[in-house]
């Protein structure tokens, strides 16, 4: 015999069914929400906090369910269950990998920044806890870079008590980044510090303050130029800053944005900003007089310039007259120019603004090419070794977007220093991508330490016959 249902019981468990429903209901549209949010728009700094808050979520949902309530107590429950988790979904990371080599932190409200104690304090409201960077664009190379910066530390005001107090207050953003790492190689000045100083400074025209950490002030010294054109104000150089100092900004960006190596991608820039613009930037620097290569009239006299970078302790041209003789006889103005530390950039730069085609050895020295006017040809000549890869990256990927012509000569284990220290059966020579293996410190070792070269001149000629054809309405040699 069945037992008679008690009809109070089956309408409390119908209200409590219907609780279950609604919070359900509620619920369910949030979850996939946050999965949405964790499929494609995690952050790699963010995930302690979000773990943090979809545990405490979950601890209320299981009260919203389990408690015997009313039907408008689990609806304002239900209410602040949607509250808590969109000021979840709608709080974005501080710092964020914005590339392969850099991280970006950025803030925007009452920022108070201490530079000799490498901190940045915001409110609550930004953040719950604290994030740490590096501002240099290099971190996928931790070992022979990152480990020399100072590490900067975000976070929140001290609890319980006032924020520190400004002692100066500025009206323009922060850009904090560092001068350590590869600086003073001049390839590495470029892609890693001006380029990215140009993606992440070139928006705000001028209304930008620089924070400078590992700063090293004969560098600075030597671009102080472009730094003039991105800024309108004095950098301050955080390791000299008193230790009570504290300035006050309405925001700060710590970190450069990377994009690619010596390069700019316009999709990911602000307003479209190119390479163009920041070759343009450089020629009202220097006040560079050439934006582009002269084109060839039928009674122009003057002669196409040819400016050979020359090197003298690695990779050196050991035919340098010969192949400023031949290329003479082919008709071209020949000059000859070697960079280091100490040269002067504005002369340089407007000797290489001079030239229609720039020859060199692969080496930093051939970063210079962003001063050559639109049009010209830069010929690298790659050392012997498998290295034509990296001879792409670095300068041969860019040119480009920088409106250069692009052209190679390779050298031949017989026109190298290395087919007379090695056999012709020796790995050196017979297996360079097993050498390769070994990794950079060796392939820098052999290919790139340790050898000179001796180009053929037949080979050559060839090379800057055409380099006269690329040039704007074409060229002809005169011998």
């Not at 119908?14 to 494609?40: Q, T």
């Not at 602040?80 to 991280?103: F, H, L, M």
């Not at 604290?130 to 929140?156: D, F, G, V």
């Not at 950079?440 to 037949?458: A, D």
Request: proline share 6%.
């Amino acid at each position: 015999m069945k037992s008679a249902r008690n009809p109070s019981l089956s309408r409390i468990e119908a209200r409590r069914a219907g609780n279950v429903l609604i919070v359900a209901i509620v619920i369910m549209p949030l979850c996939i929400l946050s999965l949405i949010k964790a499929r494609y728009c995690a952050a790699p700094f963010a995930k302690p906090q979000a773990l943090a808050g979809a545990e405490t979520i979950s601890k209320s949902e299981e009260a919203a369910i389990t408690e015997d309530e009313d039907e408008e107590e689990t609806t304002a429950i239900a209410r602040e269950i949607v509250a808590e988790k969109a000021a979840i979904v709608s709080q974005e990371p501080i710092c964020s990998r914005t590339s392969n080599r850099s991280v970006v932190c950025e803030a925007e409200g009452d920022v108070r920044l201490q530079g000799r104690l490498q901190t940045v304090f915001l409110p609550p409201s930004l953040t719950e806890r604290e994030w740490k960077s590096k501002p240099y664009c290099r971190k996928q190379n931790n070992s022979a870079t990152m480990k020399h910066i100072k590490e900067w530390t975000l976070k929140p005001f001290p609890g319980g008590g006032p924020p520190p107090e400004c002692t100066v207050n500025h009206s323009v953003p922060a850009l904090v980044f560092s001068l350590g790492g590869f600086t003073g190689n001049h390839f590495h000045d470029f892609t890693d510090v001006l380029v990215p100083l140009f993606i992440s400074a070139y928006r705000f025209r001028g209304e930008v303050q620089f924070v400078v950490a590992d700063n090293q002030d004969w560098w600075v010294t030597k671009f102080a130029l472009i730094f003039r054109q991105l800024s309108d104000y004095e950098i301050i150089d955080a390791d000299i800053e008193e230790e009570g100092a504290v300035h006050c900004f309405p925001r700060v960006i710590l970190g450069l944005s990377y994009h690619t190596v010596f390069g700019i991608d316009p999709a990911r820039t602000p307003t479209g900003y190119s390479m163009v613009d920041f070759k343009a930037m450089l020629r009202k620097a220097y006040g560079l007089e050439r934006s582009a290569a002269a084109a060839a009239a039928a009674d122009d006299r003057r002669k196409p310039r040819l400016l050979i970078i020359a090197r003298n302790k690695t990779r050196v041209f050991l035919n340098m007259q010969g192949m400023r003789d031949m290329a003479a006889r082919l008709g071209f103005d020949v000059r000859v120019a070697e960079p280091h530390k100490g040269t002067n950039v504005s002369d340089f730069a407007r000797l290489v603004n001079s030239a229609d085609v720039m020859m060199g050895v692969h080496g930093a020295g051939l970063a210079n090419m962003v001063f050559l006017p639109d049009g010209a040809v830069m010929i690298q000549v790659v050392p012997f070794g498998g290295l034509d890869w990296l001879a792409r990256e670095t300068f041969g990927d860019p040119a480009p977007a920088m409106r250069i012509e692009y052209l190679e000569y390779y050298i031949e284990a017989d026109e190298s220093t290395i087919g007379e220290e090695y056999r012709a059966d020796d790995p050196v020579i017979k297996d360079r991508y097993g050498v390769h293996k070994r990794g950079w410190n060796e392939i820098s070792r052999i290919y790139l330490e340790n050898q000179n070269v001796r180009p053929h001149l037949g080979r050559l000629r060839n090379t800057l016959l055409e380099a006269l054809k690329r040039l704007p309405n074409g060229r002809h040699a005169r011998g």
